[in-house]
């Protein structure tokens, strides 16, 4: 199975910028690499992604160095409805139709006032 | 369009009682998954179906069952439901093979069993 290794919860000020950094050494070549956001009560929902370099949105930008074995997620001037669980997903270098995708813990982000 | 759905929203269960989870998508996707979230935990899958036809085991199968109804409708079973089942179920689609592509959320199923 692919795994994928976050912290387990980051601490950031309203305004500031937070960069959220994911491993995924066992990455398989047709991967991407997506992050998603997890309010609680709620079912995850898509924030970005990426395959290589960066890729920039409305909400986040996703940073992807050359050997693909990790990524960072950054939010920039974050504010208190940031405050959520963020994950990092990858397909499963193992299932060649890359149907299988598996969470890891995620990040939990508080951001205070 | 609703995208995904999910019923019931809320559920008790007594040890060893039965129930299924309904989840539709009208999203036409070809996939489809279960996971399951535990309180202060991240998700887990328990099954998935990569095409109508199709299923396969997550990392946490044990105890439950699927059926890919139709490419709609992926519902998930609790044969004998037992307290470490008591979990959040959510439901999610995608439009085919992973790579390149994201996943569509339900609103969860909240299962307590007693």
């Known amino acids: 199975l692919a795994k994928t290794t976050q912290p387990i919860s980051m601490d950031s000020y309203e305004g500031q910028e937070v960069n959220i950094t994911c491993s995924h050494n066992?990455?398989?070549?047709?991967?991407?690499i997506t992050w998603y956001q997890q309010f609680p009560s709620q079912g995850p929902r898509f924030i970005i992604q990426g395959y290589k370099t960066k890729v920039t949105n409305e909400v986040a930008s996703l940073f992807i160095p050359a050997d693909r074995k990790s990524s960072t997620l950054s939010l920039p001037r974050v504010s208190l409805s940031d405050t959520a669980v963020y994950y990092c997903?990858?397909?499963?270098?193992?299932?060649?139709?890359?149907?299988?995708?598996?969470f890891g813990g995620g990040t939990r982000l508080m951001v205070k006032p | 369009n609703a995208g995904v759905t999910q019923t019931p929203k809320f559920q008790v269960l007594k040890t060893g009682q039965s129930m299924t989870l309904q989840c539709a998508q009208d999203?036409?996707?070809?996939?489809m998954y279960w996971y399951r979230q535990d309180p202060g935990m991240g998700l887990r899958l328990i099954y998935y179906s990569a095409s109508e036809g199709t299923t396969d085991k997550g990392e946490v199968p044990n105890g439950y069952n699927v059926s890919r109804l139709n490419k709609r409708e992926f519902s998930l079973r609790l044969e004998s439901a037992a307290p470490s089942q008591t979990s959040v179920y959510f439901c999610?689609?995608?439009?085919?093979?992973?790579?390149?592509?994201?996943?569509?959320f339900g609103p969860g199923t909240r299962l307590l069993v007693l």
């Open positions: 066992n990455i398989a070549t047709n991967d991407y």
């Open positions: 997903l990858v397909g499963d270098p193992n299932n060649n139709a890359g149907n299988m995708l598996t």
């Open positions: 999203m036409n996707h070809n996939s």
């Open positions: 999610a689609s995608m439009l085919g093979g992973g790579a390149g592509e994201t996943q569509y």
